[in-house]
């Protein structure tokens, strides 16, 4: 099987500006770009979880801020078994526009992945808009865990949400059950670009 037919593709989805591109490049081991303008080129990282030995290729689609039209192309979301719904707390307008994005994932893929909801920029929390208690609700109405984090200032919370996703969804997909969950040392293997 070639690298990328055996690896889980997840994808993060939401409005432009609530940190998306962010979150990946953090989580690839670079720093925190505070002058990133929105993403132009489509591409995705590659992380390897451990568990007892066994390795597990995980594939992080950034868009390329198709989303500024409302929309997705079918090709970014198909495939995909992990999704994360990203808002950001000072804005309010990012997280109600939530259900929109669920929606057209939903419209796209004809089996349910693990949804997530993302609440970005905790750093700005005294400008906060969405209370967390909000976002638990409606995470919970479609059955999502909630992860409140910030680029900017926290690389490991993110990366660590995307091991519990995967328990998630290898127990809902495959039945397996994970004891013991680690991000492997040499974790980033490339960035790729795929259009
Ligand atoms: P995207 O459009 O969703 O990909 O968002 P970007 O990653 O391009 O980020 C949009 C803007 O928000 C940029 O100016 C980032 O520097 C800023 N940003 C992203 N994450 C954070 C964060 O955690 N805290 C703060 N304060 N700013 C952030
Ligand atoms: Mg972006």
């Known amino acids: 099987m070639s690298d990328d037919q055996d690896s889980i593709k997840v994808i993060l ?3 432009s500006g609530t940190g998306k591109t962010n979150l990946i490049t953090v989580a690839a081991g670079y720093e925190f770009d505070s002058n990133s303008l929105s993403t132009t080129s489509c591409s995705y990282i590659q992380k390897t979880y451990t ?6 290729k995980v ?3 950034d868009t390329i801020g198709q989303e500024k039209f409302r929309s997705l192309t079918k090709i970014f979301v198909k495939e995909s078994k992990i ?10 307008e990012t997280f109600e526009s939530l259900p929109f994005w669920k929606q ?3 419209e796209i ?3 349910t992945p693990v949804f ?6 905790m750093d700005l929390y005294d400008k906060e808009q969405v209370k967390g208690d909000e976002a638990d609700k409606y995470a919970e109405s479609i059955g999502a865990k909630v992860l409140l984090t910030s680029a900017k200032k926290d690389s490991e919370s993110f990366c660590n949400f995307i091991g519990e996703l995967l328990e998630d969804y290898l127990l809902k997909d495959k039945g397996e059950r994970i004891d013991s ?4 040392k040499d974790n980033i293997i490339k960035k790729k670009n795929c259009c």
Do not use: C, E, P, R
């Open 13 to 15: 989805i939401g409005d």
């Open 51 to 56: 568990k007892h030995n066994a390795d597990y």
């Open 59 to 61: 594939n992080i689609w």
């Open 83 to 92: 999704v994360i719904l990203v808002y950001d707390i000072t804005n309010k």
């Open 104 to 106: 057209l994932v939903d």
């Open 109 to 111: 893929l004809d089996y």
């Open 116 to 121: 997530a909801v993302v609440g970005n920029k």
């Open 181 to 184: 969950f680690a991000l492997a």
